[in-house]
């Protein structure tokens, strides 16, 4: 028995220790507990958002990079905040890690409830770094 035939039985462990691996990460990471077809382009279409209040205001803070701020359109009323606004240019979903096929965004659309002491009628906005910061003052009680 030769030094070379040891590594080639060590070689050969770790080749098929190499595919097992494999294998666990394709059905970790290539599966998903969702299947493909619940998720939509109008799903993904949303963007993110937070609401903040102080005393006097609420903030809604929405994430939407890439927006085209002069297509930008905010409605509100009865409470409801509308948001839409369309993208510089598509974004394939395919292209940035996400597994789905051929889905492409165009823009972001969001409704958000508001509420009922939210003065939509004295709304503001702002855009900074990709974030539209809406402020909604509080209807003052008389």
């Known amino acids: 028995m030769y030094w070379y035939d040891d590594f080639e039985r060590i070689r050969e462990y770790i080749r098929k220790r190499i595919k097992e691996m494999e ?48 297509s930008l359109t905010i409605e509100a009323h009865d409470n409801i905040l509308n948001i839409e606004v369309k993208l510089k240019e598509k974004i394939n979903l395919g292209n940035i890690g996400y597994r789905l096929h051929s889905c492409e965004i165009f823009n972001y659309r969001k409704t958000i409830s508001l509420p009922p002491d939210a003065d939509v009628s004295r709304l503001t906005y702002s855009i900074k770094s990709g974030r539209i910061i809406i402020n909604i003052p509080k209807k003052h009680e008389r």
């Open 23 to 70: 294998r666990e990460f394709e059905d970790a990471f290539l599966s998903t507990s969702l299947p493909i077809e619940e998720f939509t382009a109008e799903d993904i279409s949303s963007p993110l958002y937070t609401i903040y209040e102080s005393e006097d205001s609420y903030y809604v803070v929405i994430d939407a990079p890439y927006m085209d701020t002069s």
